[in-house]
């Protein structure tokens, strides 16, 4: 604290999702404070500002007085997958080769069933095609080929590129990708059409604008159309975006921030704003709490940890396993495959603000996919919203506050909601407004616990293998639900569950990360200097993705000294479809015997990841990708650790609640409890509600809910103490 005792904010993090934006400050000692707003799509500066404020009060202060101490600024949200999923982009332009043109049309086959429900995989008449981001006219294709070995076969037709470039630039577009055969082996092809685009640009007084993009300088990795799909959406959406950004940098700039804004990245890093590839952070939001549970597991020692995530849009699953995430090389987004490491995340379209319909033909509930996202529901007049959402169903169950939420600034109609229950929901369901809304809720909560658990046995554990981890605005309020009668080793959920996300971000490395295709064979034949020339080449690569990180850092002023790099590689046996990356035992691979170890670090990662007894080291091993990471030094919060005390918390209201079966149907009298004035070492005996400005925790008959000493809730059954 300051002389006067006044607070001094060190670290900010924000996370910006489809209905709240969350913003999470720390000060010198570790402390923090969660503040809370509607997000602001139109402009997320104002959403931002308006959380920043919500936080900084809590100390009596305020962003022009906070800003100035902060050292570290990170930023997480959904602008750019929504530029994306609304088609807002930038016009674009693209170069493919000759006989190419048509490839954002035609797709690959599973591209074009992403998303699509069961029923819709099976039945043709409702499959349908993406609508490509680049309309076939400004698909330019040019002769050339490099084939798959890295060597020219047809060497590059000039005239067709010249006459390409010029036919885009005449056409007005905002930016050119080039994505060529092979250039992640050989990128000659390519550098050369950037070259020629130059000249066509230089004649047309076009030299500072219509940036062009390189699949091989931004995505240098095999999978043709993924790589496309990447380097186009980089332009797309991902370059419109930095206008988002910079309206957030810039807010925090007039009210006096030191800082330079970093964003959450899809590796599980944060990278500077001004960064070349951008389109990593298309999905920050979800990253940062797979970050934070990492933080947390590692802080309180547990090995494997079940991230779950409910906001109003989606539920977000992730597993860390041994203390550490999944990244997959070619994750699918808003209907997309792509090229770019992603930290694995399963994701569905149920939230609180997740839309409820009785289906017409079946007569059955349906959740989603759509939502009302930061227009909440029904409830909320100012919102416009006429469909039902599952935050109407928990008013109208007594479970939410009508007047208390966001800590009073929203007041929610119950009769609004009540009525609409009863017209879309009850009547045609033949139940009351009360049983439809409880059968709905406990249908929600059977869906989230179907896909958290199915996460784990499709991996070969069981739950009781895992502490189950509950974040986001809506997870307290279910978290009972989706947990019921599942054997989780323990339920988490941090009192600071609403911003935990923020947090994660404010957890995470300034981090960049860059991958290489090079599928390197290391067959059982191998003699020593076969091994040998292979490690020479691995080691060359990596070489080469240094100079790469380096020069991303150096746009934020940071020295090459100042980076420490971690060289990483994806491996399989030779054959197969799926590979794995671990970090390599030596940072350069000098003989045959450092890339023995480099196998025998594979055999130990696959072991974990499979068994002992699937390992096949007669077939060989394919190195795929090489990888480095380079991070450097930023400030972190800490764990909270508070002295845990005797007693009880004071109650703050009773209201009847219904809680589905639980309670037969009836309304039960119900203890509430503010979040502020629960202390570590406070149990709360269900049924209690506790709540907060920024969420809602619900705890059911028969379950009870103890506060740790870093302000983590275990929530567990009665009998079990």
């Given at each position: 604290?300051?002389?006067?005792?006044?607070?001094?904010?060190?670290?900010?993090?924000?996370?910006?999702?489809?209905?709240?934006?969350?913003?999470f400050?720390?000060?010198?000692?570790?402390?923090?404070?969660?503040?809370?707003?509607?997000?602001?799509?139109?402009?997320?500066?104002?959403?931002?500002?308006?959380?920043?404020?919500?936080?900084?009060?809590?100390?009596?202060?305020?962003?022009?007085?906070?800003?100035?101490?902060?050292?570290?600024?990170?930023?997480?949200?959904?602008?750019?997958?929504?530029?994306?999923?609304?088609?807002?982009?930038?016009?674009?332009?693209?170069?493919?080769?000759?006989?190419?043109?048509?490839?954002?049309?035609?797709?690959?086959?599973?591209?074009?069933?992403?998303?699509?429900?069961?029923?819709?995989?099976?039945?043709?008449?409702?499959?349908?095609?993406?609508?490509?981001?680049?309309?076939?006219?400004?698909?330019?294709?040019?002769?050339?080929?490099?084939?798959?070995?890295?060597?020219?076969?047809?060497?590059?037709?000039?005239?067709d590129?010249?006459?390409?470039?010029?036919?885009?630039?005449?056409?007005?577009?905002q930016?050119?990708?080039?994505?060529?055969?092979?250039s992640?082996r050989?990128?000659?092809?390519?550098?050369?059409?950037?070259?020629?685009?130059?000249?066509e640009?230089?004649?047309?007084?076009?030299?500072?604008?219509?940036?062009?993009?390189?699949?091989?300088?931004?995505?240098?990795?095999?999978?043709?159309?993924?790589?496309?799909?990447?380097?186009?959406?980089?332009?797309?959406?991902?370059?419109?975006?930095?206008?988002?950004?910079?309206?957030?940098?810039?807010?925090?700039?007039?009210?006096?921030?030191?800082?330079?804004?970093?964003?959450?990245?899809?590796?599980?890093?944060?990278?500077?704003?001004?960064?070349?590839?951008?389109?990593?952070?298309?999905?920050?939001?979800?990253?940062?709490?797979?970050?934070?549970?990492?933080?947390?597991?590692?802080?309180?020692?547990?090995?494997?940890?079940?991230?779950?995530?409910?906001?109003?849009?989606?539920?977000?699953?992730?597993?860390?396993?041994?203390?550490?995430?999944?990244?997959?090389?070619?994750?699918?987004?808003?209907?997309?495959?792509?090229?770019?490491?992603l930290?694995?995340?399963?994701?569905?379209?149920?939230?609180?603000?997740?839309?409820?319909?009785v289906?017409?033909?079946?007569?059955?509930?349906?959740?989603g996919?759509?939502?009302?996202?930061?227009?909440?529901?029904?409830?909320?007049?100012?919102?416009?919203?006429?469909?039902?959402?599952?935050?109407?169903?928990?008013?109208?169950?007594?479970?939410?506050?009508?007047?208390?939420?966001?800590?009073?600034?929203?007041?929610?109609?119950?009769?609004?909601?009540?009525?609409?229950?009863?017209?879309?929901?009850?009547?045609?369901?033949?139940?009351?407004?009360?049983?439809?809304?409880?059968?709905?809720?406990?249908?929600?909560?059977?869906?989230?616990?179907?896909?958290?658990?199915?996460?784990?046995?499709?991996?070969?554990?069981?739950?009781?293998?895992?502490?189950?981890?509950?974040?986001?605005?809506?997870?307290?309020?279910?978290?009972?639900?989706?947990?019921?009668?599942?054997?989780?080793?323990?339920?988490?959920?941090?009192?600071?569950?609403?911003?935990?996300?923020?947090?994660?971000?404010?957890?995470?490395?300034?981090?960049?990360?860059?991958d290489?295709?090079?599928?390197?064979?290391?067959?059982?034949?191998?003699?020593?200097?076969?091994?040998?020339?292979?490690?020479?080449?691995?080691?060359?690569?990596?070489?080469?993705?240094?100079?790469?990180?380096?020069?991303?850092?150096?746009?934020?002023?940071?020295?090459?000294?100042?980076?420490?790099?971690?060289?990483?590689?994806?491996?399989?046996?030779?054959?197969?479809?799926?590979?794995?990356?671990?970090?390599?035992?030596?940072?350069?691979?000098?003989?045959?015997?450092?890339v023995?170890?480099?196998?025998?670090?594979?055999e130990?990662?696959?072991?974990?990841?499979?068994?002992?007894?699937?390992?096949?080291?007669?077939?060989?091993?394919l190195?795929?990708?090489?990888?480095?990471?380079?991070?450097?030094?930023?400030?972190?919060?800490?764990?909270?650790?508070?002295?845990?005390?005797?007693?009880?918390?004071?109650?703050?209201?009773?209201?009847?609640?219904?809680?589905?079966?639980?309670s037969?149907?009836?309304?039960?009298?119900?203890?509430?409890f503010?979040?502020?004035?629960?202390?570590?070492?406070?149990?709360?005996?269900?049924?209690?509600i506790?709540?907060?400005?920024?969420?809602?925790?619900?705890?059911?008959?028969?379950?009870?809910?103890?506060?740790?000493?870093?302000?983590?809730?275990?929530?567990?059954?009665?009998?079990?103490?």
């Amino acid at each position: 604290m300051s002389e006067n005792g006044a607070r001094i904010p060190r670290v900010l993090a924000i996370d910006a999702g489809g209905t709240m934006t969350d913003t999470f400050v720390v000060d010198e000692h570790g402390s923090f404070v969660v503040g809370k707003a509607q997000t602001t799509p139109e402009d997320e500066s104002i959403g931002f500002i308006a959380s920043a404020r919500d936080a900084l009060e809590q100390w009596g202060s305020t962003p022009e007085e906070g800003f100035p101490s902060i050292v570290s600024g990170i930023y997480s949200g959904t602008a750019m997958i929504n530029r994306l999923l609304q088609r807002q982009g930038l016009r674009i332009g693209c170069i493919v080769n000759a006989g190419h043109e048509d490839c954002l049309r035609l797709e690959r086959g599973i591209q074009t069933y992403l998303g699509s429900s069961y029923s819709d995989r099976l039945h043709v008449a409702t499959h349908h095609h993406n609508e490509p981001l680049v309309p076939r006219s400004r698909m330019k294709g040019v002769r050339g080929r490099i084939d798959v070995f890295g060597d020219e076969v047809l060497p590059l037709r000039e005239q067709d590129v010249r006459e390409g470039a010029a036919a885009l630039l005449d056409d007005g577009v905002q930016g050119i990708v080039v994505s060529l055969l092979f250039s992640y082996r050989n990128a000659a092809h390519e550098q050369r059409v950037a070259e020629i685009i130059a000249e066509e640009k230089a004649a047309r007084g076009l030299d500072g604008s219509v940036p062009v993009f390189l699949s091989s300088e931004l995505y240098p990795m095999r999978r043709d159309l993924p790589r496309l799909n990447s380097t186009v959406i980089e332009a797309y959406a991902a370059e419109p975006s930095r206008t988002t950004l910079k309206a957030v940098r810039d807010v925090t700039k007039r009210n006096g921030a030191p800082f330079e804004l970093r964003v959450m990245a899809a590796h599980g890093g944060t990278v500077s704003i001004e960064t070349n590839v951008l389109g990593r952070t298309l999905v920050s939001g979800p990253i940062g709490g797979v970050v934070g549970g990492q933080a947390l597991a590692s802080g309180m020692g547990l090995r494997n940890v079940l991230c779950t995530d409910i906001g109003g849009t989606s539920f977000d699953v992730a597993l860390i396993t041994d203390g550490r995430f999944e990244i997959t090389q070619t994750p699918d987004i808003a209907r997309f495959v792509l090229n770019l490491p992603l930290v694995r995340i399963d994701s569905i379209g149920a939230g609180t603000g997740s839309f409820v319909r009785v289906n017409p033909n079946s007569n059955r509930p349906e959740l989603g996919p759509d939502s009302a996202g930061s227009r909440i529901g029904v409830s909320w007049a100012t919102g416009g919203t006429e469909i039902v959402s599952v935050t109407d169903l928990n008013l109208v169950l007594g479970r939410l506050n009508p007047d208390y939420f966001l800590g009073g600034e929203i007041e929610l109609d119950v009769e609004l909601a009540r009525a609409a229950i009863e017209r879309q929901l009850a009547r045609p369901l033949g139940l009351s407004v009360e049983a439809a809304s409880a059968g709905v809720i406990e249908l929600f909560e059977q869906t989230l616990k179907n896909e958290a658990v199915g996460r784990i046995l499709g991996k070969g554990y069981a739950p009781a293998d895992y502490t189950l981890l509950c974040y986001g605005g809506g997870g307290p309020l279910h978290v009972a639900g989706y947990t019921e009668g599942v054997t989780y080793r323990e339920v988490l959920v941090p009192a600071w569950a609403a911003g935990f996300s923020a947090f994660g971000c404010a957890c995470a490395d300034f981090e960049y990360r860059s991958d290489q295709t090079v599928d390197l064979p290391l067959l059982p034949s191998f003699g020593e200097d076969e091994r040998a020339g292979i490690g020479m080449m691995v080691t060359g690569a990596w070489h080469g993705l240094q100079d790469r990180v380096a020069r991303e850092f150096s746009k934020s002023g940071i020295e090459r000294d100042a980076i420490t790099f971690t060289h990483t590689v994806r491996m399989q046996y030779y054959g197969q479809l799926n590979d794995i990356e671990f970090v390599s035992p030596h940072a350069a691979l000098a003989d045959a015997s450092q890339v023995d170890d480099l196998i025998a670090a594979f055999e130990d990662a696959y072991a974990k990841v499979y068994a002992s007894s699937a390992r096949s080291p007669e077939v060989g091993y394919l190195v795929t990708h090489v990888v480095v990471h380079g991070r450097t030094g930023v400030e972190k919060p800490a764990l909270p650790r508070s002295p845990e005390q005797a007693g009880s918390p004071p109650l703050k209201a009773r209201r009847p609640v219904h809680w589905g079966p639980a309670s037969e149907g009836e309304f039960v009298e119900t203890e509430i409890f503010q979040l502020e004035e629960i202390a570590a070492g406070h149990s709360l005996e269900g049924p209690a509600i506790v709540e907060h400005a920024a969420t809602t925790f619900a705890i059911p008959p028969g379950r009870s809910a103890r506060l740790d000493e870093h302000h983590i809730f275990h929530l567990t059954h009665t009998e079990e103490g």
